[in-house]
């Protein structure tokens, strides 16, 4: 008998006595019925009467609607983000739109029975909780980020930047608090603490939301997106800093008191710097000299960030400064913050943040503004908060020497506010110095100042590119030397690339002027994390680049849009040849539904049909045929099938619209046999061609099939016209072709337009 038989045996036998026992023990139980207290008798409900008594009773419980809560808000973010992200503006402004959503503004208005029941004002309290957790984490994470080392390398031209972004609409916004303290202030506070949250309110800057702007932009290594940083992270300290002094203000409500607890926080600071700070280095020390990070050393960190949010708590100021401080004086070794980092960012963004925006939303009843004057008023401030911005920082930009064109662009991006905006506006609404009519007004120029970002660094783009003439087509001006722009996923696929990129062009390779560009999927990659990724990701290319003495430009992006943004970087750059890799997926959508079932991308796409969209590591079908039709310059596909060696090259046409990638075959044969197939059995189009430079070539022979013609090759180099017949009719060849890249020649991209 076989060991499994067995284990099954012993199971079976195993239930069969204990059920048996059981029962026996419940039938001995039945003598104790006659002393357990009497039930009262109730009328036989149907079944029916008794599932929705049942599940209605478990819906109303606060845990079900908790979790009802948080699957509406989750899906709610999700789309608004992934909408506003399509229309090229940062996720954060369809998280806080798909809070007012849910709130009173929309959902409580056209459905105010759902509204009431899902988020009913009982319910509140825990979501409240949870949403302030979800916040302590996240300023935890933006401390963490905040790179103390830019802020000093570039101390003078940021202090000077940040701090005249801060003071100008810090000025701007008392005064503008002095006019409306009458209509929104004198029945919820004394005026100095109203200003103050006033001007601090229209004074902040969003660094989360900027520095993914900055990424987005591909500004990340800029001099002016280095400094837009920099300028942030300073502006972000002193704002916090500002805003800790104005709560202690606000809530000791005497000026001794206030100086009391500014004076006790500065003592805090110096503690966590000179003191923790230090200790946090030498557990940074040991934790480089450990594999991993231990659930103790996790522990530790997390039990810092939550005494510290505690001690500035009963400091009387916020516990979120506390959390941010925290984050500030770990360890300043990037890979153990990105370690800490990526424990915390993805359940404080992901599940945390969401609620803190339908919090918001629930707060923001936009029907409130339900005069003109208000809008006025509305309008007034949204204008104030930009001109202080844009005042302070342009021209402060321009006194350290910027120039205009930089200087407005770090004016734009200082005007973001989004996130930071509203957890100053929440907590001046919970200390009640903020009516309602004036949160929603706050929450609507968060919205506005953060959106027009985008659309002006476009607009300033656009006019420095007229003044300066450079709207004029490089193409004017004819070089001989070869543009090529190349993308990979894979870091190991550089040199690969490098490879295939000599296989085309042969000597003339030296003379080319060569970009790679790594695109990472998805914006809300942490900003931790992407100088890293930036390195990882030419750290097989650049050492071969080297060897073969070739100039690359190496560029690294983080995008959610990577087809556009390949699209609009090889029309705007005016490329000669794009070449890209694709995932596993690609061949597998042609080698049928028994080979696509095989990988877990095929899996998707068979199941939902979405693999195209949500799966970016490999580049799908879909995605390609997209850039085959939108590409402007010549396109090229790389289908690597373990290349090595290559000998014997391949090249199959299909017409005269091929003609063009016979330039490719003249510098193949300097290093190679090649041959040139034509699915056209007359060669109209080749006779000429090959009869001048027979020697250099070899044609093969139109009576012998396909198959057989393209043996003993280790590189095929396919037209596009020649792929989509063979996809039609020789769809068998995939299964034995070698590596190979689809190449469409530049004049096709109109016609397939049409197609």
């Known amino acids: 008998m076989s060991r499994t038989k067995r284990n099954y045996i012993i199971y079976t036998i195993l239930l069969i006595v204990f059920a048996l026992a059981m029962a026996w023990i419940a039938r001995m139980g039945k003598c104790y019925d006659g002393m357990a207290p009497q039930e009262s008798t109730r009328a036989v409900e149907s079944m029916g009467s008794m599932i929705y008594d049942t599940l209605t009773g478990n819906l109303s419980h606060p845990l079900s609607l908790l979790l009802l809560q948080i699957i509406a808000i989750m899906i709610a973010v999700r789309v608004f983000s992934y909408l506003f992200k399509y229309l090229g503006q940062p996720g954060v402004i369809g998280e806080i739109v798909a809070g007012i959503v849910l709130g009173p503004s929309v959902l409580g208005h056209f459905f105010p029975e759902t509204f009431s029941f899902l988020f009913s004002p009982e319910s509140l309290v825990p979501l409240n909780v949870i949403s302030q957790i979800g916040l302590i984490l996240f300023m935890f994470v933006i401390g963490m980020e905040l790179d103390l080392g830019v802020v000093r390398r570039k101390a003078s031209e940021t202090l000077v930047i940040s701090h005249a972004s801060i003071i100008v609409p810090f000025f701007m916004g008392m005064v503008l608090a002095y006019v ?10 004394s005026f100095m603490p109203f200003a103050l949250f006033i001007a601090i309110s229209v004074s902040i800057t969003a660094f989360p939301v900027l520095a993914r702007i900055v990424q987005e932009r591909n500004l990340g290594k800029t001099p002016m997106g280095m ?19 104005v709560i202690a203000v606000a809530r000791a409500g005497n000026v001794t008191s206030a100086l009391v607890t500014i004076l006790l926080t500065a003592c805090y600071i110096f503690f966590m710097f000179c003191v923790i700070k230090p200790f946090m280095r030498k557990v940074g020390e040991s934790y480089n000299r450990q594999e991993t990070v231990s659930k103790t050393l996790v522990g530790f960190i997390f039990l810092v960030m939550i005494i510290s949010s505690y001690i500035t708590e009963i400091l009387g100021i916020h516990a979120l400064f506390g959390a941010f401080l925290a984050g500030v004086v770990m360890p300043a070794n990037l890979s153990f913050r990105r370690v800490m980092t990526e424990k915390v960012e993805d359940v404080a963004l992901v599940l ?23 809008w006025m008023v509305c309008l007034c401030f949204i204008g104030v908060s930009i001109l202080g911005k844009m005042i302070g920082a342009t021209f402060s930009a321009r006194i350290v020497g910027e120039s205009w064109k930089d200087s407005l662009s770090i004016g734009v991006l200082m005007n973001t506010r989004g996130l930071m905006e509203l957890i100053v506006l ?14 929603v007004i706050f929450v609507i120029m968060a919205l506005f100042t953060t959106f027009m970002a985008n659309p002006s660094l476009i607009l300033i783009e656009k006019i420095a590119k007229r003044r300066h003439g450079s709207h004029r087509n490089r193409r004017s001006q004819p070089s001989s030397h070869p543009r090529i ?11 690969v690339f490098l490879k295939l990129a000599h296989l085309l062009y042969g000597h003339r390779l030296k003379d080319a002027e060569l970009t790679a560009i790594h695109y990472t999927i998805g914006t809300d990659t942490n900003l931790l994390n992407t100088t890293d990724y930036s ?19 190496m560029r690294y992006k983080v995008t959610d849009r990577y087809t556009e943004d390949l699209c609009a970087l090889a029309e705007r750059e005016h490329y000669d040849l794009v070449l890209i890799g694709t995932g596993p997926g690609f061949l597998d959508s042609y080698l049928g ?10 899996r998707m796409n068979a199941l939902f049909s979405l693999g195209s969209r949500w799966l970016p590591l490999g580049l799908t079908q879909d995605k390609v045929r997209i850039l085959f039709q939108n590409m402007k310059p010549a396109f090229g596909v790389f289908v690597n099938r373990s290349i090595g060696t290559v000998e014997q090259v391949g090249i199959v046409l299909r017409d005269e619209r091929d003609r063009t990638l016979l330039s490719f075959a003249e510098s193949m ?3 190679m046999r090649v041959e040139i197939n034509s699915l056209n059995a007359e060669y109209p189009f080749l006779e000429g061609y090959v009869s001048e430079k027979r020697s250099r070539f070899f044609l093969g022979d139109p009576q012998t099939p396909l198959s057989n013609r393209l043996k003993n090759k280790q590189f095929l180099l396919i037209s596009y016209s020649a792929w989509q017949y063979i996809i039609r009719n020789e769809r068998s060849l995939l299964h034995v072709l070698p590596s190979f890249v689809i190449v469409r020649p530049q004049e096709d991209s109109v016609s397939l337009q049409s197609k």
């Open 180 to 189: 409306v303290y009458p209509e929104f202030g004198a029945g919820h506070a």
């Open 227 to 245: 400094l837009a940083i920099a300028s942030a992270a300073n502006n972000d300290v002193t704002a916090w800093c500002l805003l800790a002094a």
């Open 352 to 374: 945390f943040l969401p609620l803190f925006f339908v919090f918001t939303g629930l707060r923001t009843e936009i029907g409130l503004l339900n005069t003109p004057h208000l």
């Open 426 to 439: 929440n907590i001046g609404y919970e200390m009640g110095i903020i009516p309602s009519s004036l949160f």
């Open 485 to 495: 722009l190349i993308s990979f996923a894979n870091p190991e696929n550089g040199p």
């Open 535 to 553: 390195r990882e990701s030419f750290s097989y290319l650049q050492p071969e680049a080297e060897r073969m003495n070739l100039k690359v430009d």
């Open 593 to 602: 539904t028994s080979r696509r079932l095989l990988s877990p991308e095929g």
């Open 669 to 671: 044969t300097d290093q």
